[in-house]
T-cell receptor, first 112, second 112 residues
């Protein structure tokens, strides 16, 4: 399989639940990203990992916790979310910074 | 300040007509610029990128973009639009350090 794969595609969770989003890339890229896409707002960069080291944490609340165990996998652990966290969460990868991203199809998260 | 502006929230064109989507940027150095397309329920796909050199860049799906430094613009064009081009289009500016600024997007509607 090629490209960037995100699972699950859809997730509904209660505010007290704990869940995880998974991202996997088969492109040999060395940087991975989490973005949040909400209606009527620009894409928001959440986290960046380069060579498995976190290089960016864009003032994201601690209820979002990223994990990058290797260069091919990225997780976003979620706990005690709020309804305003409902959004499309996109994972992306790049060979290097400034080369452009390959995005996954996203996880549509609904917090109830 | 670094920014990307897409002045048109949505545009409607007839199938077979030409298309131009506008993008203006603000950046103090030589910009790395990108155009992405997002179909409903999907992630973003890279259409084309500009780093330096020839100011007219060709992309996938018959799209091209022209970089004009004097106008701080990077407009996307297609000579003949197909119904399958209906989607949202994002202009993006790489500012280095794994940070990319995305425009708010322009939604393209194609009428028969």
């Amino acid at each position: 399989e090629t490209g960037v794969t995100q699972t699950p595609r859809h997730l509904v969770m209660g505010m007290t639940n704990k869940k995880s989003l998974k991202c996997e890339q088969h492109l040999g890229h060395n940087a991975m990203y989490w973005y949040k896409q909400s209606a009527k707002k620009p894409l928001e960069l959440m986290f960046v990992y380069s060579l498995e080291e976190r290089v960016e944490n864009n003032s994201v609340p601690s209820r979002f916790s990223p994990e990058c165990p290797n260069s091919s996998h990225l997780f976003l652990h979620l706990h005690t979310l709020q309804p305003e966290d409902s959004a499309l969460y996109l994972c992306a990868s790049s060979q290097r910074e400034s080369y452009g991203y390959t995005f996954g199809s996203g996880t549509r998260l609904t917090v109830v | 300040a670094q920014s990307v502006t897409q002045p048109d929230i949505h545009i409607t064109v007839s199938e077979g007509a030409s298309l131009e989507l506008r993008c203006n940027y603000s950046y103090g150095a030589t910009p790395y610029l990108f155009w992405y397309v997002q179909s409903p329920g999907q992630g973003l796909q890279l259409l084309l990128k500009y780093f330096s050199g020839d100011t007219l860049v060709q992309g996938i799906k018959g799209f091209e973009a022209e970089f004009k430094r004097s106008q701080s613009s990077f407009n996307l064009r297609k000579p003949s639009v197909h119904w399958s081009d209906a989607a949202e289009y994002f202009c993006a500016l790489d500012t280095g350090g794994f940070k990319t600024i995305f425009g708010a997007g322009t939604r393209l509607f194609v009428k028969a």
